[in-house]
């Protein structure tokens, strides 16, 4: 016996297309729609009637502050917030104050590391769209030095270059040269 003569699976195969009700706009039926974004629920009456809503409805969570911390840009309480990305810890002075805590704070090494290739920018952390950090130079256009590790001021103690990356090796940290004609690893003193 086939699937088409199974009376169960003709008597229920259109359940899952008449589970998702009616518009609540102008009261046609609604169905699985499929976008540029992914699927949706759509009204069947489009394009007279624009109704769409997610598949799946996302619990919005209340902001929940955290008692004891202050931000350090305005001094108010910080709180865990629920962004389009997820999770994350800001100020509860927004829009007012946009200050947002970071995972990875960046240490007091890298806030000072100076830029060997022009002397005079600074490397700062940025983040590609992909999530990962590197350092560029922020004389950038101009200067278009970057580093793809942590950078540490120190001179490589072969070449002499004035720039050291940190690096997380199997034996542990380890300095390397920046200098990539060098790349010499050197321990950390």
């Known amino acids: 016996m086939s699937q088409s003569d199974d009376p169960l699976f003709t008597q229920h195969e259109h359940a899952l297309e008449h589970e998702y009700g009616v518009c609540p706009e102008c009261g046609s039926e609604v169905s699985v729609k499929r976008?540029?974004?992914?699927?949706?629920?759509?009204?069947?009456?489009?394009?007279?009637?624009?109704?769409?809503?997610?598949?799946?409805?996302?619990?919005?969570?209340?902001?929940?502050?955290?008692?004891?911390?202050?931000?350090?840009?305005?001094?108010?309480?910080?709180?865990?917030?629920?962004?389009?990305?997820?999770?994350?810890?800001?100020?509860?002075?927004?829009?007012?104050?946009?200050h947002i805590e970071h995972e990875n704070e960046v240490s007091e090494e890298t806030k000072t590391a100076k830029c060997p290739q022009c002397k005079s920018g600074k490397l700062t952390p940025k983040t590609t769209r992909y999530g990962k950090t590197f350092y560029p130079c922020d004389n950038y256009p101009k200067c278009k030095f970057a580093a793809n590790h942590e950078p540490v001021n120190g001179s490589c103690e072969k070449c002499g270059f004035s720039l050291l990356l940190k690096r997380q090796m199997a034996a542990g940290e380890k300095l390397q040269c920046a200098d990539k004609k060098c790349s010499h690893f050197q321990s950390t003193h």
């Open 35 to 98: 976008g540029k974004s992914g699927p949706f629920i759509g009204c069947d009456n489009y394009p007279n009637c624009q109704y769409t809503r997610p598949i799946v409805e996302h619990e919005k969570v209340e902001d929940q502050v955290l008692p004891g911390t202050e931000c350090p840009e305005c001094g108010c309480e910080l709180a865990v917030k629920q962004g389009r990305y997820g999770m994350f810890i800001g100020c509860t002075n927004y829009p007012t104050c946009h």
